[in-house]
């Protein structure tokens, strides 16, 4: 399996994502050297592409296939893209705040502590649905880094179309997210008209 091994911070320095977006509290001391030549339309639009790759970890050809099912889904293409990288159970299981990044929530569904509707999911693509129940496994409720990432994340707002119960570490989608409820700044419309060349 191909991974990306680019270090964060610079990834985000590249570009021109905070950190926190990515779940890390830091910050580089480097400073940003100043760019020569303006992108080209092309060049925004790749830049677009690459930082909603960069943000939910996916490489190219599942990119390219959340692109073809979101084109052939009712409605704006650009908003079914960005509603499909959202219910990512990997995305969901970091905005409900039981990983402190995607990286870690996506290794906590690898080694099976969540649950979706009470069975067992080990894969980070999967797509949630409206009124699916996330938990974390009962063995893996007394885990050092669940428990950590909760901490982190009570600083963190969980978005509106999800619920979460901390006592009983679950989280229930109360609904699939409109664009208007997606607080990443990511112009999926630079994207359509990339792949749409």
């Known amino acids: 399996m191909a991974i990306d091994r680019t270090p964060v911070l610079k990834r985000?320095?590249?570009?021109?994502?905070?950190p926190v977006v990515m779940g890390i509290n830091k910050k580089s001391n480097r400073q940003p050297r100043q760019r020569r030549r303006q992108l080209s339309e092309y060049g925004t639009q790749l830049r677009e592409k690459q930082k909603a790759k960069f943000i939910y970890g996916i490489l190219e050809k599942q990119f390219r296939g959340y692109y073809t099912k979101a084109m052939k889904s009712e409605g704006i293409t650009g908003d079914n893209l960005m509603s499909l990288l959202e219910t990512r159970l990997d995305n969901v299981v970091f905005r409900l705040g039981f990983a402190r990044t995607r990286k870690e929530s996506r290794q906590t569904i690898r080694h099976g502590h969540i649950t979706v509707n009470g069975k067992r999911v080990d894969i980070p693509s999967y797509q949630v649905k409206a009124n699916d129940v996330?938990?974390?496994s009962s063995k893996a409720k007394d885990l050092l880094p669940i428990k950590e990432s909760l901490i982190v994340s009570e600083r963190m707002a969980v978005p509106a179309w999800l619920e979460v119960d901390v006592e009983k570490l679950q989280g229930k989608v109360l609904q699939i997210p409109v664009r208007d409820q997606i607080d990443l700044d990511i112009d999926a419309q630079l994207i359509v008209e990339l792949y749409s060349k």
């Open 134 to 136: 996330i938990a974390v």
């Open 12 to 18: 985000c320095r590249q570009l021109e994502i905070e």
